[in-house]
């Protein structure tokens, strides 16, 4: 007859009050702890976490619009009120951002596109005439001040076709126009500084009134302004010390 050996274990973990007991006299080795399951995570849905206004800033006004429509958000996954919000913001910031540019016109453009432009719009009129270094100096800083600034409307004209037999040495000359009316004129470079850089320009423009715009108040537009210029005044600083000690 077959001999049957069998082997009984007990749960994982269970004891017996022996086992214990000689466990205390160190007769047998410590218990092993009982096997525990690490807990179980499941991975996160991008579309089912809560939405906060970092996810609505990276929208563009058309898919904006589109979520108006998407009766799938529920308040709690979707801030309406800052939707709303957000999308009055761009398209305020549409409204502002009219121009960007430096606006080649003519004499006969001149009335309609500066004298009669809208009372809340500064126009900034660049006389000059090609081949004159001078006119092109003053013509790159107002190209990059019209793509900073682009509620600021920047015009250039020839000098003759604005004003017959207007005399060369004054260029380049830039008038400044608002409601209509002659703000400031400046005749040539000597005004803008020594070297003549977008952001001297730009703080001559802006020393009465808020010439340039961004959206921002006149106030807080002059201190970055300021601080740019100031910026690179100190960077120039910099690099003619490093050219002589390179000498």
């Known amino acids: 007859m077959a001999d049957y050996h069998f082997v009984y274990k007990d749960l994982e973990g269970a004891s017996t009050q022996w086992d214990d007991l000689q466990r205390k006299f160190g007769n047998l080795p410590p218990k092993p702890p009982a096997f525990k399951p690490p807990s179980f995570t499941p991975a996160e849905d991008p579309d089912s976490k809560p939405k906060d206004k ?3 800033d990276e ?3 058309e ?4 979520l ?5 958000l529920d308040d709690d996954r979707f801030l309406l009120e800052y939707r709303k919000k957000r999308l009055e913001e761009i398209r305020e ?3 502002i951002a009219r121009f960007g540019s430096v606006i080649p016109i003519s004499g006969s453009d001149f009335v309609r596109e500066v004298s009669q432009a809208p009372p809340d719009v500064w126009v900034v009129v660049i006389l000059y005439k090609d081949g004159y270094a ?3 100096l003053l013509l790159q800083c107002l ?5 900073k600034y682009p509620a600021t409307k920047f015009v250039k004209i020839i000098s003759t076709d604005c004003i017959p037999n207007y005399p060369d040495r004054n ?3 830039l008038l400044v126009y608002n409601n209509g009316a002659v703000k400031a004129n400046h005749v040539g470079l000597h005004p803008f500084g020594r070297r003549c850089t977008p952001e001297g320009v730009a703080l001559v423009l802006c020393q009465s009134d808020p010439v340039l715009n961004d959206g921002q108040s006149g106030k807080a537009v002059l201190e970055g302004v300021r601080k740019r210029f100031i910026e690179k005044v100190v960077t120039e600083h910099e690099d003619d010390d490093d050219g002589s000690a390179s000498d």
Do not use: F, N, R, V
């Open 143 to 147: 190209e990059e001040l019209a793509t």
């Open 68 to 72: 108006e429509d998407d009766q799938d």
């Open 63 to 66: 898919e904006l619009e589109d």
């Open 93 to 95: 910031s549409a409204k």
């Open 54 to 56: 970092s996810w609505i």
């Open 134 to 136: 001078e006119c092109g």
């Open 59 to 61: 929208k563009t006004e």
């Open 171 to 173: 260029l380049p000359t």
